[in-house]
């Protein structure tokens, strides 16, 4: 099993310009996240998926955009390239049932430099 | 409603000493509690977890963490500190909702 896996590992965009992160699980798990990690704001949630066609907002979703359309994949959009959205994004997964999260498990994480 | 407090965002020990890393929850149901572990570049991993069975839950390499629902503190400890122990601890909290609540971290250094 290859967990979560996030494509790609690094990117750099101009500001302004458009790009979409890739998650994929192999584990079966209805729920997914994504999160970005910025130095002394620990992990920040940006959207989240309880299931396939489904999405919801997190704590910092302004600029970002995402899709559910296959259970096993979760894609973070985004749609003009700031460089405040430089950073360090990570996508989990996790089996749950209706209002409560178990174990998350996180990809390797994409690293996104903003120019 | 759910919250985690992290006490201490860096903590330093010698090779060999005790690790006390501390973290309080705030939970309006009975919570399930996580540690995760990141090393440098690279994502985060379990390390234990509480889900209402053992208040005293062993993990991986050699971390252990304690519920104490009267003192709303889920502290991770290890007896003997190595240098590869060195990364970010998260303390996440889990109550009747479909997010983890995460702590802004500790990070962990060890010294020879």
């Known amino acids: 099993n290859a967990g979560v896996t996030q494509t790609p590992k690094f990117r750099v965009l101009k500001t302004g310009q458009s790009m979409t992160l890739l998650c994929a699980q192999d584990m079966n798990h209805e729920y997914m996240y994504w999160y970005r990690q910025d130095p002394g704001m620990g992990l920040r949630l940006i959207h989240y998926?309880?299931?396939?066609?489904?999405?919801a907002k997190g704590e910092v979703p302004d600029g970002y955009n995402v899709s559910r359309l296959k259970k096993q994949n979760f894609l973070l959009g985004l749609e003009s390239a700031a460089p405040s959205q430089t950073s360090v994004y990570f996508c989990a997964s996790s089996y749950g049932v209706v209002g409560r999260v178990e174990t998350q498990y996180f990809g390797p994480g994409t690293r996104l430099l903003v120019l | 409603a759910q919250s985690v407090t992290q006490l201490g965002s860096h903590v330093s020990v010698s090779e060999g000493a005790l690790v006390l890393l501390r973290c309080n929850y705030s939970s309006s149901v009975p919570p399930y509690l996580f540690w995760y572990v990141q090393y440098p570049n690279q994502g985060l991993q379990l390390l234990l977890k509480y889900t209402s069975a053992a208040t005293l839950v062993k993990g991986i390499n050699g971390f252990e963490a304690e519920f104490k629902k009267s003192e709303t503190s889920f502290h991770l400890t290890k007896p003997s500190a190595h240098m590869s122990d060195a990364a970010e601890y998260f303390c996440?909290?889990?109550?009747?909702?479909?997010?983890?609540?995460f702590g802004t971290g500790t990070r962990l250094q060890v010294f020879p």
């Open positions: 996440a909290v889990s109550g009747n909702t479909d997010k983890l609540i």
């Open positions: 998926s309880v299931g396939e066609g489904t999405t």
